[in-house]
């Protein structure tokens, strides 16, 4: 109740200061509303749909709302029609996200993480195999990027694991394991300039040790953690586009790190904070997580110029279904073709960008895409709640959610990306569970 009330004073807020549209203020409203959510929950809950939900927030309503009150011509198709079908379309996805979790728990999921952590007790072991399968894939990943994912990224993914299982079962190595993964992933994004899974990293064991904490975090230290986050992120989008220019080359294999330019960079940002805080790295930072701008021009080039996919979408839920053995052609993304089909956006090799399952929705239903928002959030949430429940039989599996839902954060993707990588990455800890019972060890 508390978070409805402050969302409409920012509603009269946004009206009486800027003057936007119904709509643009509507969707300042709704993102602050996710936001203080989000903050509430964190401790509270595995805040992880939560998270998603807000991060969707920003990038298709308060982003885009904020870019039509200080740079309108950067939007592609006017404020009233955009915001037609983004507030219905987000407001669908978020009751879908969340329709699962109004219902009475069973459980708190402080139990669930209180479960693991005794079912881990007589498991130090796993806790380590799962380090080396991770150091063995950022190595892989490292020094051969073209390997598939199985082999790589999904294996790199046991190393932050690596660390709740270290953390919960109070191992001796616990800190070497968690100074380890904290080092890997500072080097890997040194040298790979992507800066997104330090961040995201971060948060999810955030939101995961905050979880399992007998005692609330107090209203003042969550705020103080969520405005470092933000100046963390506007510090990582104030150095990430001159250190990409300065270290990536026109491939995606032309990319090679500098640590002393990264040191560089970062000591004059924070000596000069001047370069973070104007209006040109604002509007940079704005269009960086503005998915209005892809979403719009999908608007004003479908059906006027190019026909609805009628459907096409779907196929992205069975394609990461069949393995590509059998089907080599198998699409990798949709990103590329929709952006270059749907929109009149350039896209080159060594950027991505994507409609988002939102987006999609349109391209393919027009404004029935509100209901296809619906369906995504539910399938989102629902999965949720179907793994909590397979975590009365196997209490470790909870603490594998980071992983499965670590493709689906953000809105900056296609509906292939987010739904491959979460079908990739459960049929990977699958596996990683029977093969390595086999040989005697339980995660």
């Not at 063995?136 to 999904?154: D, E, M, T």
């Not at 026109?250 to 370069?275: A, C, F, W």
Request: glycine letters at 8%; charged letters at 10%.
């Amino acid at each position: 109740m508390k978070s409805l009330l402050a969302s409409f004073l920012i509603f009269l807020l946004a009206i009486q200061l800027a003057e936007p549209t119904v709509y643009e203020a509507l969707a300042v409203a709704l993102s602050f509303y996710t936001f203080l959510v989000f903050i509430a929950s964190i401790g509270e809950t595995i805040a992880l749909l939560e998270c998603i939900s807000f991060i969707a927030s920003l990038e298709i309503l308060l982003v885009p709302a904020i870019t039509y009150w200080l740079f309108p011509a950067s939007m592609p198709i006017e404020s009233s029609a955009y915001f037609a079908y983004a507030l219905p379309a987000y407001t669908a996805f978020y009751i879908g996200i969340n329709w699962f979790g109004n219902r009475q728990p069973e459980r708190s999921h402080l139990s669930y993480i209180q479960a693991a952590t005794g079912y881990l007790q007589d498991k130090k072991l796993a806790g380590i195999v799962l380090l080396f399968i991770g150091l063995s894939g950022f190595s892989v990943k490292i020094f051969i990027p073209a390997v598939p994912n199985i082999i790589g990224a999904l294996p790199s993914y046991c190393l932050f694991i690596s660390v709740f299982y270290a953390y919960y079962s109070k191992s001796t190595y616990r800190f070497m394991s968690i100074g380890m993964a904290g080092a890997v992933l500072l080097a890997y994004t040194v040298w790979a300039g992507m800066f997104g899974d330090l961040f995201f990293w971060v948060m999810l064991v955030t939101i995961f040790i905050a979880a399992g904490r007998p005692d609330p975090l107090t209203t003042r230290l969550k705020t103080i953690a969520t405005v470092f986050a933000f100046a963390f992120l506007l510090l990582i989008q104030s150095v990430k586009g001159e250190y990409r220019y300065h270290t990536w080359g026109y491939q995606r294999t032309e990319r090679s790190g500098d640590p002393n330019l990264m040191v560089d960079l970062l000591i004059d940002r924070l000596t000069h904070p001047g370069k973070l805080l104007n209006t040109d790295h604002a509007f940079l930072s704005f269009v960086r997580f503005n998915q209005g701008i892809m979403i719009g021009s999908a608007m004003s080039k479908v059906p006027m110029h190019e026909p609805y996919a009628n459907g096409s979408v779907l196929l992205s839920l069975i394609y990461p279904l069949v393995p590509r053995l059998v089907w080599p052609d198998k699409p990798k993304t949709g990103g590329y073709e929709n952006i270059r089909r749907f929109t009149s956006l350039p896209q080159s090799e060594n950027t991505s960008i994507n409609l988002s399952p939102l987006g999609e929705g349109y391209i393919n239903f027009g404004y029935g895409g509100v209901l296809f928002s619906l369906f995504y959030g539910l399938l989102l949430g629902g999965i949720f709640y179907c793994i909590l429940h397979l975590a009365k039989r196997i209490p470790s599996i909870i603490l594998w959610l980071p992983m499965l839902y670590i493709g689906c954060l953000t809105m900056e993707t296609d509906l292939l990306s987010t739904w491959g990588s979460f079908v990739n990455n459960a049929i990977f800890v699958a596996l990683l569970f029977i093969s390595l019972k086999r040989i005697g060890i339980q995660l």
